[in-house]
C-alpha cells in the first residue's frame, strides 16, 4: 500500500438512533505515529475506530488522506489492517490461510503469496503452528495471528481495537512490548483503542482521551499525565483522589482550597476566585505520610509488592488513596500532606 | 469433548432410585414398549402372510413387498416424491439462508412484523392456509401438476429454514466477517469464502429437515396433488382408506419402506444436529 | 448531497442495500401464504346463498358442523397437556449427562419420522380387537374381552401422543439443558430441597419454555387429519374440523364454505395461542443462565 503523508478526521461524528456516539472528532495522524484513543467503555472510541476502517458510515464531518477524500470508500478499499478485540480469526482457515487471506483478495501472485506469507508467520513467531485452526491455539497465539494478518499486506494505517483486553495480566506485558516492536521495525501507523491508561501512556506518541463521544484532551503520553485539562482526564490519569473542595485565597501561581476537612496547597487549571467549588486532585504516590498535614485514619492496608496501597478516612469521613513505603497497620492514625506542585485543582461543580 | 478434563465428573446416580424416578422411567418404557408394538405390528404383517387372531402370522414372505412395487407403481410414486423433495430443498434453501442472515444480524423498522410473517405459515394447521392456496393454485392452473405441489410445500419450508438457519448464523461472530472486509474482500467474497464455508453445517442440518418434512407433509401434497403428482405419503393414505381393494400387507409394505427411508434421512440429520440444539441454542459440550 | 443525507439517515435505522437478501423469501411468503389467505378469507365472504356471512351462518347453524369445533378442542387440548405435562418430570430425570442419552433421544425421534399412515396403520394392528395389546391384557387376565381402542376417540388420542410426545419431550429437554445447573446447586447451599429447587428456581425458569412447548404440540394436534380419518371415526366421534373444512371444499365443492370453516380454524387455533403466549408474557423470559 501507498503510504500516506497524513490523515486528516475533519468533524467527524456518528449517531446511533438519534444518540450522538461520537461527535466532532478532528484529529491529524502523521505517518509512522502511533496514536491511542482512551477512554471508559460507551466513550465512542471504537465507534471512532470502526468509522476510520469504514465499517460504519460517518453520520457527519469527513476524512482526508492527503488531499484524497476517504469517507466515500466501502473498508475493503482502504487499504487499512485492523485487528480485533476477540481476534475475528477465520474459524475455518488453517493460521496460513488466516495470513494470506487477504493478500489472495488482492489477487497477488501466488509465489508472492507465499513469500510475504511466510515473512509475517515468522515475524510472529508462529512458524511451529502455520498449519493449525484458529481453535487450537492458546489466546497468545491468536493475537499474534491477527497482527500478523492485519500487517501482511503492509497497510497504509494498522487499527487495533482493544487487543489485549481478552489476555491474561502477563501475557498482556508480552504482547505490548511485542505490539511497540512490530510498530518501531515496520514503520506502521498505529491507531489504537483502550480503555487501559497504562497501555495507552506506554505504547502511544500520542493519547486521544474520549469521553461521552467527545475529545477531552489530546497529547503526549507526558502532557497528559502531568497536565490533564480537567478532572475527568485526571481521574482517567490516575488521580485516584478527587476531593471536592472550595477555593479559600489566590496567591499568584498557587491556590489555596479547603473542604473534606482539611486544607491543601494546589496548582490551579483554569481561573478561580475566592469561594469557587473546585476538585483538587492528587495521585496516590503523591501523598506522603510524615509529621504535619492532614491526619488521617488507615482502614485498609493492600500488599502491592513494592508499595502498600493504603485506604485512610479523614475526621470528616472523607476516603483518601495513599501509596505507603512502609506499612502502617489498619486503625492507626497517621499524618499526610502533597506538593503544592501535585495538587490539581479542577473546577467543580456540575461538569 | 476433548477440554472437559477440567470439569469434575458428575456424581454416579445411585442405582437404588427414589420412587419417583422409577415411575419417570416406568413411563418411559411403557412408552417405548407400546411404540415398539406399534412399529413391530406393521413390520410384522408386512412380512406375514395369513394373520388373524394368534400372536405371529402363521408364515413369513417378503411378496408383499414385490406386489406393493408393482401394484403401486410405487417407481413413479417415488421419482414424484424425490423431485419434489429436492425442488422443495434447494428453493428454500436459496430463499430462506439469506433472509435469515439478515434476521439474524441486522435489526430494521418492521423487523418484529417481518419475523411474525415468516413464523405463522408454522404456528398455522397447513389445512387452514392448504385450502385457500389450493383454490389459489388451482385458479392459476399450477394445482394438479408438481408446480403446484412444490409450490404449496415451500410454504412452511421456508421458514423453517430461516429458523433452523437463525442460531447457526448467531454462532458466527460478526467481527468475522468485518475482518474479511479489511482484509479486502468484497461483499460476495464474504458470502462465499467466509459465510458459506461456515454455514456448511447449518445448512445441511436445515436441508435434511426440510426433506423430511416435505417427505412427510401429507396436507399440503394431498390438496394440491393430481393423479400424477402424488407423493408417498399421498399415495399410501389414498391406498389405506380404499381398503378392500388392496390387501393391507402390501400397504404395509409400503409404509415400512416409506418409514425406513424417512429413519435414515433422519440419523443422518442428527449427526449435523444435536436435536435438543434447535430451540434453545445452548452447547452441550462446551468447547 | 440530499441523496447520500437520505441514505445516511436510513442506514443509521438500519436500512440499507443488505435488507435486499430478505425480498425473495417476503416475496414467497407474501404470494404464497398472504394473499391466498386473504382471498381465501374474501371467498368466505362470498357464498352463493345467504348473503356477507351466509357461509359462517351454514357452519354455525348446523350443530354436526358446529361441533367440530369442540370435538377438535377435546382431542387437541388434552393431548397437547398431556404431552407437556408427561415430559417435564421425564426431561427433568434425563437433563444431567448419561449412558445412552443421545441413543434414547434417537429413538425418541423415530416416531417423528413414522408419519401419519405408518402410524394409524400400526395402532390399528397394535390396539386392534386381536392386536397385541388387547392379547396380552387378556393374557395376564386383567380383561375378559377385547376392549375397543380404535376407530373412536382413543385412537386419534393415541396417535396425537406417539407423534406429540417425543416432540414436546424434545423441546422440554432443550429448554431445561439451556438452565444454568450451578442455579439449582447454589439454590442447594441455600438450604433448599429439591422439590423447593425445582418449584422454585428450575420450574419459574422453564416455564416460558412450556408455553412456547405447549402451543407447538397443540399446534401438531389441532391440525389432525388423516389419523382423524384412518383410526378415528370421521363422521362421528372424531370428526375434526379439518375434516369439515376438506369435505366442504373438495366433496361437495363449496369453496366459500370450505374456506370459512378454515378460517374459523385458524381463528380458534390463534385465540388458544394467543391466551397461552399473553400468559407467558407475564412470566419472566430474561436470560437462564445457560451458555448459548
Redesign the interface.
Known amino acids: 500500500m501507498t503510504a500516506f503523508q497524513e490523515l486528516r478526521l475533519d468533524g467527524v461524528g456518528r449517531?446511533?438512533?438519534g444518540r450522538d456516539a461520537l461527535s466532532g472528532l478532528s484529529l491529524t495522524i502523521r505517518q509512522g505515529e502511533f496514536i491511542a484513543l482512551l477512554g471508559p467503555s460507551g466513550c465512542g472510541k471504537s465507534t471512532a475506530l470502526n468509522c476510520l476502517?469504514?465499517?460504519l458510515?460517518?453520520?457527519e464531518g469527513s476524512i482526508w488522506q492527503d488531499g484524497a477524500r476517504l469517507d466515500t470508500l466501502?473498508?475493503?478499499?482502504r487499504?487499512?489492517?485492523?485487528v480485533?478485540?476477540?481476534y475475528?480469526?477465520?474459524?475455518?482457515l488453517s493460521v496460513r490461510k488466516n495470513i494470506s487471506?487477504?493478500l489472495q483478495?488482492?489477487r497477488v501472485p501466488r509465489d508472492e503469496v507465499k513469500r510475504r506469507t511466510d515473512e509475517a508467520i515468522r515475524l510472529v513467531r508462529l512458524e511451529d503452528h502455520a498449519g493449525k485452526l484458529p481453535?487450537q491455539l492458546s489466546g497468545g497465539q491468536q493475537q499474534r495471528v491477527a497482527i500478523a494478518?492485519?500487517v501482511v499486506?503492509e497497510p497504509s494505517l494498522v487499527?487495533m481495537d482493544e487487543p489485549l483486553s481478552n489476555l491474561d495480566a502477563k501475557l498482556r506485558l508480552e504482547m505490548r512490548t511485542e505490539i511497540r516492536r512490530l510498530h518501531q521495525t515496520l514503520g506502521l501507523t498505529t491507531v489504537y483503542v483502550t480503555h487501559d491508561q497504562e497501555e495507552a501512556l506506554s505504547l502511544a506518541d500520542r493519547l486521544v482521551v474520549l469521553r461521552d463521544g467527545r475529545v477531552e484532551q489530546t497529547g503526549t503520553p507526558q502532557e497528559l499525565h502531568e497536565r490533564p485539562a480537567n478532572r475527568h482526564v485526571a481521574d482517567f490519569m490516575g488521580y485516584r483522589n478527587l476531593l471536592p473542595m472550595r477555593v479559600k485565597a489566590v496567591h499568584g501561581s498557587t491556590v489555596a482550597v479547603d473542604g473534606s476537612g482539611m486544607t491543601l496547597e494546589g496548582t490551579p487549571v483554569g481561573k478561580f476566585a475566592a469561594g469557587d467549588e473546585v476538585v483538587a486532585g492528587i495521585r496516590p504516590e503523591d501523598l506522603h505520610i510524615g509529621v504535619h498535614g492532614v491526619p488521617v485514619t488507615v482502614e485498609v492496608v493492600e500488599y502491592q509488592g513494592r508499595e502498600l496501597a493504603v485506604e485512610a478516612r479523614t475526621a470528616d469521613g472523607v476516603a483518601l488513596h495513599i501509596m505507603a513505603g512502609e506499612r502502617p497497620a489498619s486503625g492507626d492514625s497517621i499524618t499526610v500532606s502533597a506538593d503544592p506542585a501535585r495538587v490539581l485543582v479542577f473546577p467543580g461543580g456540575v461538569a | 469433548m476433548t477440554t472437559t478434563l477440567d470439569r469434575p465428573a458428575p456424581a454416579r446416580r445411585k442405582i437404588v432410585a427414589s420412587p419417583a424416578s422409577w415411575i419417570v422411567w416406568g413411563a418411559v418404557v411403557f412408552f417405548l414398549v407400546n411404540l415398539a408394538g406399534v412399529i413391530g405390528s406393521v413390520v410384522v404383517n408386512s412380512i406375514g402372510t395369513r394373520w388373524f387372531d394368534t400372536w405371529l402370522p402363521e408364515s413369513f414372505t417378503t411378496r408383499w413387498y414385490a406386489s406393493a412395487w408393482t401394484e403401486f407403481g410405487l417407481f413413479d410414486v417415488l421419482v414424484v416424491t424425490l423431485e419434489v423433495a429436492i425442488l422443495v430443498v434447494g428453493i428454500s434453501v436459496l430463499v430462506g439462508v439469506p433472509a435469515s442472515y439478515v434476521l439474524a444480524r441486522r435489526s430494521f423498522p418492521g423487523r418484529r412484523l417481518v419475523y411474525l410473517l415468516f413464523l405463522l405459515p408454522i404456528l398455522m394447521p397447513p389445512i387452514t392456509y392448504g385450502i385457500p392456496l389450493a383454490t389459489v393454485l388451482y385458479k392459476y392452473g399450477f394445482a394438479g401438476h408438481l408446480a403446484g405441489v412444490v409450490l404449496a410445500n415451500l410454504v412452511p419450508s421456508i421458514p423453517f429454514v430461516i429458523l433452523t438457519m437463525t442460531p447457526f448464523i448467531e454462532q458466527i461472530d460478526p467481527a468475522v466477517e468485518r475482518a474479511a472486509r479489511m482484509c479486502g474482500a468484497n461483499t460476495r467474497q464474504v458470502f462465499v469464502r467466509i459465510l458459506a464455508p461456515l454455514l456448511v453445517p447449518g445448512i445441511l442440518a436445515a436441508s435434511i429437515l426440510v426433506l423430511v418434512r416435505t417427505v412427510g407433509m401429507f396436507e399440503l401434497t394431498f390438496l394440491t396433488a393430481g393423479p400424477d403428482s402424488q407423493t408417498l405419503v399421498v399415495a399410501l393414505y389414498y391406498s389405506m382408506s380404499a381398503a378392500g381393494i388392496r390387501a393391507q400387507q402390501s400397504v404395509d409394505a409400503m409404509a415400512v419402506l416409506y418409514t425406513s427411508s424417512m429413519l435414515v434421512l433422519l440419523v443422518i440429520a442428527l449427526r449435523f444436529v444435536n436435536p435438543t440444539q434447535l430451540v434453545a441454542r445452548v452447547k452441550e459440550d462446551p468447547t | 448531497m440530499t441523496r447520500t443525507a437520505l441514505r445516511h439517515r436510513l442506514a443509521e435505522r438500519g436500512v440499507d442495500r443488505q435488507l435486499w437478501l430478505l425480498v425473495p423469501g417476503l416475496a414467497c411468503v407474501l404470494a404464497l401464504f398472504v394473499y391466498p389467505f386473504a382471498y381465501g378469507i374474501g371467498l368466505s365472504f362470498q357464498p352463493s346463498e345467504g348473503g356477507f356471512l351466509g357461509a359462517y351462518r351454514t357452519f354455525f347453524a348446523d350443530a354436526y358442523q358446529r361441533d367440530t369445533i369442540a370435538t377438535t378442542l377435546g382431542l387437541a387440548l388434552p393431548a397437547a397437556i398431556l404431552n407437556v405435562a408427561a415430559s417435564v418430570p421425564i426431561a427433568y430425570r434425563m437433563r444431567g449427562r448419561f449412558r445412552g442419552k443421545r441413543l434414547l433421544t434417537t429413538v425418541l425421534v423415530v416416531p417423528i419420522t413414522l408419519g401419519t399412515v405408518l402410524t394409524a396403520e400400526g395402532l390399528l394392528n397394535y390396539l386392534g380387537p386381536a392386536g397385541w395389546f388387547n392379547r396380552a391384557l387378556m393374557s395376564i387376565g386383567l380383561i375378559d374381552d377385547p376392549i375397543r381402542l380404535t376407530n373412536n376417540y382413543w385412537g386419534v388420542f393415541f396417535s396425537l401422543v406417539i407423534t406429540g410426545f417425543p416432540f414436546a419431550f424434545l423441546l422440554i429437554l432443550s429448554y431445561l439443558s439451556g438452565i444454568d445447573p450451578t442455579l439449582e446447586r447454589a439454590a442447594a447451599t441455600l438450604g433448599a430441597g429439591w422439590w423447593q429447587r425445582f418449584q422454585r428456581i428450575t420450574l419459574p425458569l422453564l416455564a416460558p419454555g412450556l408455553a412456547t412447548t405447549f402451543c407447538l404440540t397443540f399446534v401438531l394436534a389441532f391440525s389432525v387429519f388423516p389419523s382423524a380419518v384412518l383410526v378415528g371415526d370421521p363422521a362421528g366421534e372424531t370428526r375434526v374440523i379439518s375434516i369439515a373444512a376438506y369435505h366442504a371444499a373438495y366433496e361437495v365443492y363449496d369453496y366459500p364454505l370450505g374456506s370459512a370453516i378454515a378460517v374459523v380454524m385458524g381463528v380458534v387455533e390463534l385465540a388458544v395461542v394467543a391466551i397461552v403466549l399473553g400468559l407467558r408474557s407475564l412470566l419472566y423470559t430474561g436470560s437462564t443462565g445457560g451458555k448459548g
Request: proline residues 12%; without cysteine.
Open positions: 449517531r446511533f438512533g476502517a469504514g465499517l458510515p460517518l453520520s466501502p473498508p475493503e478499499r487499504g487499512f489492517g485492523m480485533f478485540q476477540n475475528a480469526l477465520f474459524p475455518h487471506f487477504g483478495m488482492q481453535g494478518r492485519a499486506l487499527l
